[in-house]
């Protein structure tokens, strides 16, 4: 079976039958006039008929060629115009991202505008969904999900360390000063996301601070324990570098200043392979404010405390 010819020849004929000349297909097909040259002889070699008849003034179809690109003509424009299609489909397509809703809440919104801004042609839809990183269902094109990065086939950039603290107001640390300075939180509120609650077991073990008979206040989410610390409900376990606007502005402190550090953390997930413009902007953009926000949090972090609080 003979082998099939390239789509870029047939586009080569066709550009010599409509202008007749190689310097001119070479031109409206972006390559040399001697690359033209060549992909023809192969084209003619592979179909074993000779289809241009060149001479000084350029070059113009054969019999045979005339007749040929007759039949493969519609063909042509067919895929031609299923091309344009696709990729208008794709320009118009939106960016699909699935992120928890406390980190699309007090990390990528307050950024978001900044890419938009950048790439007004890419809308963004945002789905807050809690559910598996895998992207095979076809209704997500990115995902930022909490982890250890190992999600099978999938490609995983790590944007944020899991690096969490104790929280609360300090109103809050006013009222119970003495129960923080001591290291033990028994009979205080303790606020804690129902997805995260292993963190205030975690943190404590790793502080040395005892949790034992604390009184645990569970949310839907973390950004409603965050609310809830900052309102003086409570003390609230989370990361750091969700809770930096408030930290920051002194709306919420950090009382034993022992920040843990685990092996896990935020990876953007995206699927291997060909990427559409829209997901590879938008990777690349997030990339650069993760290294910028953790430059930022670096800068920030104090010298650890070696004595007790």
Same mark, same amino acid.
């Given at each position: 079976?003979?082998?099939?010819?390239?789509?870029?020849?047939?586009?080569?004929?066709?550009?010599?039958?409509?202008?007749?000349?190689?310097?001119?297909?070479?031109?409206?097909?972006?390559?040399?006039?001697?690359?033209?040259?060549?992909?023809?002889?192969?084209?003619?070699?592979?179909?074993?008929?000779?289809?241009?008849?060149?001479?000084?003034?350029?070059?113009?179809?054969?019999?045979?060629?005339?007749?040929?690109?007759?039949?493969?003509?519609?063909?042509?424009?067919?895929?031609?115009?299923?091309?344009?299609?696709?990729?208008?489909?794709?320009?118009?397509?939106?960016?699909?991202?699935?992120?928890?809703?406390?980190?699309?809440?007090?990390?990528?919104?307050?950024?978001?505008?900044?890419?938009?801004?950048?790439?007004?042609?890419?809308?963004?839809?945002?789905?807050?969904?809690?559910?598996?990183?895998?992207?095979?269902?076809?209704?997500?094109?990115?995902?930022?999900?909490?982890?250890?990065?190992?999600?099978?086939?999938?490609?995983?950039?790590?944007?944020?360390?899991?690096?969490?603290?104790?929280?609360?107001?300090?109103?809050?640390?006013?009222?119970?000063?003495?129960?923080?300075?001591?290291?033990?939180?028994?009979?205080?509120?303790?606020?804690?996301?129902?997805?995260?609650?292993?963190?205030?077991?975690?943190?404590?073990?790793?502080?040395?601070?005892?949790?034992?008979?604390?009184?645990?206040?569970?949310?839907?989410?973390?950004?409603?324990?965050?609310?809830?610390?900052?309102?003086?409900? /409570?003390?609230?376990?989370?990361? !750091? =570098?969700?809770? @930096?606007?408030?930290?920051?502005?002194? +709306? &919420?402190? #950090?009382?034993?200043?022992?920040?843990?550090?685990?092996?896990?953390?935020?990876?953007?997930?995206?699927?291997? /392979?060909?990427?559409?413009?829209? !997901? =590879?902007?938008? @990777?690349?953009?997030?990339?650069?404010? +993760? &290294?910028? #926000?953790?430059?930022?949090?670096?800068?920030?972090?104090?010298?650890?405390?070696?004595?007790?609080?």
């Amino acid at each position: 079976m003979k082998p099939l010819p390239s789509l870029t020849s047939l586009r080569l004929l066709a550009l010599i039958a409509k202008h007749g000349s190689l310097s001119d297909a070479a031109s409206h097909g972006g390559m040399t006039q001697s690359a033209v040259s060549r992909r023809l002889a192969a084209l003619e070699n592979i179909l074993g008929v000779t289809l241009l008849q060149r001479h000084r003034r350029g070059a113009e179809l054969t019999a045979a060629g005339a007749d040929y690109l007759a039949a493969i003509g519609p063909a042509l424009k067919s895929i031609e115009a299923a091309t344009i299609e696709l990729g208008l489909k794709e320009r118009a397509a939106p960016l699909r991202i699935r992120v928890y809703t406390t980190f699309a809440a007090r990390w990528l919104m307050p950024r978001l505008h900044e890419f938009q801004s950048a790439h007004p042609e890419i809308d963004v839809m945002l789905d807050t969904t809690v559910g598996p990183a895998g992207l095979s269902d076809g209704n997500v094109d990115v995902a930022i999900q909490y982890g250890d990065g190992d999600w099978g086939d999938v490609n995983a950039a790590l944007l944020m360390e899991d690096r969490i603290e104790a929280v609360c107001s300090p109103m809050y640390a006013a009222r119970h000063g003495e129960a923080l300075r001591r290291g033990a939180l028994g009979g205080l509120q303790l606020l804690q996301s129902r997805y995260l609650k292993s963190d205030w077991r975690d943190w404590a073990d790793g502080a040395g601070v005892a949790i034992d008979n604390a009184r645990l206040m569970t949310f839907s989410s973390s950004l409603l324990a965050y609310q809830a610390a900052v309102d003086g409900m /409570g003390i609230a376990i989370g990361q !750091v =570098s969700l809770l @930096r606007a408030e930290l920051d502005s002194g +709306a &919420l402190l #950090a009382p034993f200043e022992k920040p843990l550090t685990r092996a896990a953390g935020f990876y953007l997930i995206t699927a291997r /392979g060909l990427e559409p413009r829209r !997901v =590879s902007v938008f @990777r690349r953009w997030i990339e650069r404010e +993760a &290294l910028s #926000a953790s430059s930022s949090e670096v800068e920030r972090r104090p010298p650890a405390k070696l004595s007790a609080p």
